[in-house]
């Protein structure tokens, strides 16, 4: 025999709720941040490096290796 109250809707449960919760949270994230993204510009040409010496070598002392003494001096 099935009991009568097996027939009706099943009351809602916390464990759904909060599960729908967590989906409306994610969804209104998304929503938010999705318009924000932008492609980011195309980068430049780099300028043009001095030809390297013909003898080997061609360390020079860029803009980037100022910056990395300057950070590993500290």
Known sequence: MQDSQNAGIKPAS??????GAATAGVAAAAV???PKVVEAP??????SLPP???????????EH??????TASA
């Open 14 to 19: 916390r464990r759904g709720f909060f599960l």
């Open 32 to 34: 938010t941040v999705l």
């Open 42 to 47: 195309v980068a430049t040409a780099a300028p």
């Open 52 to 62: 390297a010496p013909e003898n080997g070598g061609g360390y020079s002392l860029s």
């Open 65 to 70: 290796v100022k910056r990395y003494y300057a």
